[in-house]
Nanobody, 126 residues
Framework: QVQLVESGGGLVQPGGSLRLSCEAS?????VAWFRQAPGKEREGISC????????YYQDSVKGRFTVSRDSTKNTVYLQMNSLKPEDTAVYYC??????????????????????WGQGTQVTVSS
């Protein structure tokens, strides 16, 4: 059993930046970031494979969001720059219990991720 604790959300103006953190209580094969805006379905926006650092970014965040990790802290970060109002959502990090490869070409599948963080609100507004 792995517990994920997220932090770093908040209110930011358009064009601003935030960094989300996802601290895991144990080792994970991968960490994915999902978000859900009001009235919309949850979507996978990024995924990071621990073994080989393979990474996926959804087109809407590519070039603005960057995922990284600090293996000494068992923490994965999502650096979000040039934020837009449409980025407003609750952001979740998630990890699988089994091996999962984050292909750069395919969005992460929520059903494959057993462990979820509590979610953190990101609001982009002037």
């Amino acid at each position: 059993q792995v517990q994920l604790v997220e932090s770093g959300g908040g209110l930011v103006q358009p064009g601003g930046s935030l960094r989300l953190s996802c601290e895991a209580s144990g080792d994970t094969h991968a960490v994915a970031w999902f978000r859900q805006a009001p009235g919309k379905e949850r979507e996978g926006i990024s995924c990071f494979t621990m073994l080989d650092n393979s990474t996926y970014y959804q087109d809407s965040v590519k070039g603005r969001f960057t995922v990284s990790r600090d293996s000494t802290k068992n923490t994965v970060y999502l650096q979000m720059n040039s934020l837009k109002p449409e980025d407003t959502a609750v952001y979740y990090c998630a990890a699988p219990s089994d091996y999962y490869y984050c292909s750069p070409d395919y969005d992460p599948q929520a059903y494959a991720f057993n462990y979820w963080g509590q979610g953190t609100q990101v609001t982009v507004s002037s």
